[in-house]
Nanobody, 127 residues
Framework: QVHLVESGGGSVQAGGSLRLSCTAS????????MAWYRQAPGKEREGVAV???????SYITAVKVRFTISKDDAKDTLYLQMNSLKPEDSGMYYC?????????????????????WGQGTQVTVSS
């Protein structure tokens, strides 16, 4: 089982930036596809961005251009750089992992194959 720990959340004003980190068990980011999900109160959890073990990435339309997913395999750490934040970006952000380079179905409910999850980090964007 993969151990994931998120950090970097906080409270910012609209237009601000945050960088989330997800520290994973050894060798995870080089072998697993990794994704960021978020859940706002009263709403379903949604996928935000994903990166495969071999570095391909994908984003939901709402965050394209503003968010960047990346990873450092040497540090087994996943990142999410979030710029131009909006109040609708608020929520609990989770990282998740799926074995291999295939991340198809990552936006499904529930996400296909993403069985390992962190505890989450809260992001609050005020207007």
């Amino acid at each position: 089982q993969v151990h994931l720990v998120e950090s970097g959340g906080g409270s910012v004003q609209a237009g601000g930036s945050l960088r989330l980190s997800c520290t994973a068990s050894k060798y995870t980011t080089s072998r697993y596809s990794m994704a960021w999900y978020r859940q706002a109160p009263g709403k379903e959890r949604e996928g935000v961005a994903v990166i495969s073990s071999d570095g391909r990435s994908s984003y939901i339309t709402a965050v394209k251009v503003r968010f960047t997913i990346s990873k450092d395999d040497a540090k087994d750490t996943l990142y999410l750089q979030m710029n131009s934040l909006k109040p609708e970006d608020s929520g609990m952000y989770y990282c998740a992992a799926r074995d291999g380079s295939d991340f198809s179905g990552w936006t499904f409910t529930p996400p296909r194959g993403f069985n390992d999850w962190g505890q989450g980090t809260q992001v609050t964007v005020s207007s």
